[in-house]
Structures are given as C-alpha cells and as structure tokens.
C-alpha cells in the first residue's frame, strides 16, 4: 500500500464525517463527557494463530454512570508481515443515558455482533501505520412497551469499518520495553442494507494520546477520545435526526501472553 493509497483513505474518513456532520443547525446534539477502559488480550497460540479479548467498560461523566459495555472474542491469522486476518463475537449493551437516549425505553437493551476484518501494516521510517477494514453483522434487541425488558425479536443490520491507527516512537526507531510513544486513530462506521434508516453514516471516532510499553507482554495508552454517533431513529418529538458529541479519554491495557514459545 503506497502513501498515496494512504491519503485517498484519509480522505474517504473526511467525507465520511463531513457527511455526519453537515447541517448541524438541524440536527439535535447530545453532549457527553466520557471515560472508556479497555483491556486488550493477545494470546499467541504459535508464530500465525492468537486468540483475542477484549472488555471495554464505557461511562459517562467520565466513571460516574453506565454509557455501554463490550465483551469480545475472537482469533487472528497473521498471513505475512503485512497482512493480518480476523474475526469474532461481540455481546453489547446499551445503556439509558442522554438527553435523547437510544435506549429510551428507560432499560438497557443488548446486541450481538459477528465480525471480520483484514489488518495492512506498513511503515514510514518511524511511523507505524496499521489500516483495518472490518465487516460486521449486528442484531439489536427488540423491546415492548409494556414490559421493555422483554425482547421481541431482533432487528438484523450490517456496518462496514474503517480505522487507520498509527503509533511514533520516542525513542530510537522502535517502541522498546520502558519507553513512550505516541498514538492516534480515527475510525469510521457506515451501516448499510436492511433496517439502517437514517444510520448510514453511523458514528466517526478519533483518538490521540500516549502510551508506555512497560514490556513486551504489557502497554498502557492513555488517549483524548472524540466520538459523533448519530441515532437509527429520529426524535420522536421533533422529528429531527439526534448526534451525540462524546468527548473524553480513553484507558487502555494492552496484554500479550504467548504460549507458543
């Protein structure tokens, strides 16, 4: 992949949160501050094959109050130096928060997702660039009115992603155990087919911080977290599409263990 591929894509992120964010003045924004802790587990089975976790507990008001929660489980294939492959489950819940909360029916409201994506890495001197293309199946819960945390049915839509993530040494050419560096990503979703409404352009997340390997198996990342996500559903008042404008941090804890030594 060239740096001109590269800025192509970046430009297809631009449009895409243009397109999310043109006629603000219409729209209903709901603003969140937030606070989002992530683990992530590698679990090298050999050189190709690694299981993956990952549990990511979201708040508002930055750890005062439930926004969702995600549990996730999947594998990896690493093809080449370049090219990795994967895929998984994800168990989501919604919680009731905001103005104009998606659960609105005061209770939260779970979601499957199955997922697969293909991981391109490339470097440019000490830059480290990771683009990932990611396909996912989701089936959100259905509620009644009289009893809202009985579901129904599940509604079945589709979402494409795409993130470009980059990390810079700060020391040398390479992240080595006891030393920083900085991070960044921006990530893109855009829903698609049956059931989508006016979620086509479905959220736009862009991050940026520091991080700290303390060693080969353990990284902390503490990134500024910015997030537009506009609502499936208008607002059933107005009748007006709803944004929220969520901005925060982002913890994370990246964990490797490899059992195939």
Request: glycine residues 10%; proline residues 4%.
């Amino acid at each position: 992949m060239t740096l001109s591929n590269s800025c192509r894509y970046a430009l297809l992120l631009a449009l895409g949160l243009l397109a999310g964010q043109s006629g603000y003045g219409q729209r209903l924004l709901d603003h969140q501050s937030i606070g989002w802790y992530v683990y992530n587990g590698a679990y090298k089975l050999n050189p190709k094959w690694s299981l993956r976790t990952e549990y990511q507990w979201r708040r508002i008001d930055l750890i005062r109050t439930w926004q969702q929660s995600l549990a996730r489980l999947g594998a990896s294939y690493k093809a080449s130096d370049r090219i990795t492959f994967g895929g998984g489950y994800t168990y989501f819940v919604t919680f009731p928060f905001g103005q104009y909360p998606q659960a609105d029916r005061g209770v939260p409201y779970p979601e499957h997702r199955l997922h697969a994506d293909v991981s391109l890495d490339e470097t440019y001197g000490r830059l480290n660039l990771t683009h990932r293309f990611r396909l996912e199946q989701r089936w959100l819960a259905g509620q009644t009115d009289p009893n809202p945390r009985r579901i129904t049915g599940w509604e079945f839509q589709n979402r494409i992603r795409y993130q470009i993530a980059a990390d810079l040494p700060l020391h040398g050419t390479t992240v080595d155990n006891r030393e920083f560096y900085l991070n960044f990503f921006d990530e893109v979703f855009i829903g698609f087919g049956r059931n989508v409404g006016q979620n086509i352009f479905n959220q736009n997340r862009l991050s940026a911080g520091l991080g700290y390997q303390v060693s080969d198996a353990l990284q902390i990342e503490l990134n500024f977290l910015n997030q537009v996500l506009q609502h499936a559903d208008l607002d059933p008042v107005s009748g007006r599409p709803v944004f929220e404008i969520n901005n925060g941090f982002r913890l994370n804890l990246n964990h490797t263990l490899d059992f195939g030594q």
